[in-house]
C-alpha cells in the first residue's frame, strides 16, 4: 500500500524569505499523481500545486514550486516570497493513476501535514 | 451556488446517538469521498463512491455507513456515535480518474463532537 510520509509537523519562516517543505512517498507503482494542499484557519481544503510522475519537469504555480525526485521518492514544496497568507497546514497528497475497476485506486492518500508559520 | 456543500458545519451530539452528515455537489462529479481529519493523522479517507449505488470502504469505515441513491448526494452516518468519531469530516468529490479530472474539491468541513 501506498503512504505519504510529512517529517516536518511545524516550520516557520519570515516573510519574503523561502521555505522548503518535506514530503516522501513509498510505492511500488510507476505512475502516479503527487498533490500540495493547503488548509488555513478556514479549514478549506485548497490546491496548490500538482505533479505527474511521468513528467520530468518540476511543477511550478507562482511561488510556488515543486522538488520531484522520482528515484528518490520525494516531493518537496517551495514557498518563495512568503506572504502572510501563506499561514497554514500544508498536506502533502498521492493519487494512483491505475485505475482498476469501480475506482478503486482513486482515492487520494494524505500526508499527517506541516503546519507553516509566516513571520512578520 | 455551484459546487460542494457540507451540513451541518458544526454537531454536538452523545455517545450512542445517530448523525448523519449530508454532502451535496453540484457537478455532477462520478467520484466522492469521505475524509476524516484528526491531529496526528492528517486525513484518512472513510469511504467513496464510484458512481450512484457503488460505494466501498477506505482506511477507517468502521462505524460509518454511506449511501449514495443520487449522483449529487454522499450523506455519512454515524449509527451509533463513539468519542473517538470526534473529528472533522471532508466530503470531496472528482470528475474522473482519468488525468486533470481527477482533481478532488473538498468541502468545508463538519465538525463533530461526540460527548
Known amino acids: 500500500a501506498q503512504t505519504v510520509t510529512q517529517s516536518q509537523p511545524e516550520m516557520s519562516v519570515q516573510e519574503a524569505e523561502t521555505v522548503t517543505l518535506s514530503c516522501t512517498y513509498d510505492?511500488?507503482?510507476?505512475?502516479?499523481?503527487l498533490f500540495w494542499y493547503k488548509q488555513p484557519p478556514s479549514r478549506q481544503m485548497i490546491l496548490v500545486i500538482r505533479q505527474e510522475a511521468y513528467k520530468q519537469q518540476n511543477a511550478t504555480e507562482n511561488r510556488f514550486s515543486v522538488n520531484f525526485q522520482k528515484a528518490a521518492k520525494s516531493f518537496s514544496l517551495k514557498i518563495s516570497d512568503s506572504q502572510l497568507g501563506d499561514a497554514a497546514m500544508y498536506f502533502c497528497a498521492y493519487r494512483s493513476s491505475t485505475p482498476l475497476g469501480g475506482g478503486a485506486t482513486n482515492k487520494l492518500i494524505f500526508g499527517t501535514g506541516t503546519l507553516l508559520a509566516v513571520q512578520p | 451556488d455551484a459546487g460542494i456543500t457540507q451540513s451541518p458545519r458544526y454537531k454536538i451530539t452523545e455517545t450512542g446517538r445517530q448523525v448523519t452528515l449530508m454532502c451535496h455537489q453540484t457537478?455532477?462529479?462520478?467520484?466522492m469521498f469521505w475524509y476524516r481529519q484528526d491531529l496526528g493523522h492528517g486525513l484518512r479517507l472513510i469511504y467513496y463512491?464510484?458512481?450512484?449505488?457503488?460505494?466501498d470502504k477506505g482506511e477507517v469505515p468502521d462505524g460509518y455507513v454511506v449511501s449514495r441513491s443520487k449522483t449529487e448526494n454522499f450523506p455519512l452516518t454515524l449509527e451509533s456515535a463513539t468519542r473517538s468519531q470526534t473529528s472533522v469530516y471532508f466530503c470531496?468529490?472528482?470528475?474522473?480518474?482519468?488525468?486533470?479530472?481527477?482533481?478532488?474539491?473538498f468541502g468545508e468541513g463538519s465538525r463533530l463532537t461526540v460527548l
Open positions: 510505492t511500488s507503482e510507476s505512475d502516479y499523481y
Open positions: 463512491s464510484a458512481a450512484a449505488d457503488i460505494t
Open positions: 457537478w455532477s462529479h462520478s467520484y
Open positions: 470531496a468529490s472528482s470528475e474522473s480518474i482519468l488525468g486533470r479530472k481527477r482533481e478532488l474539491f
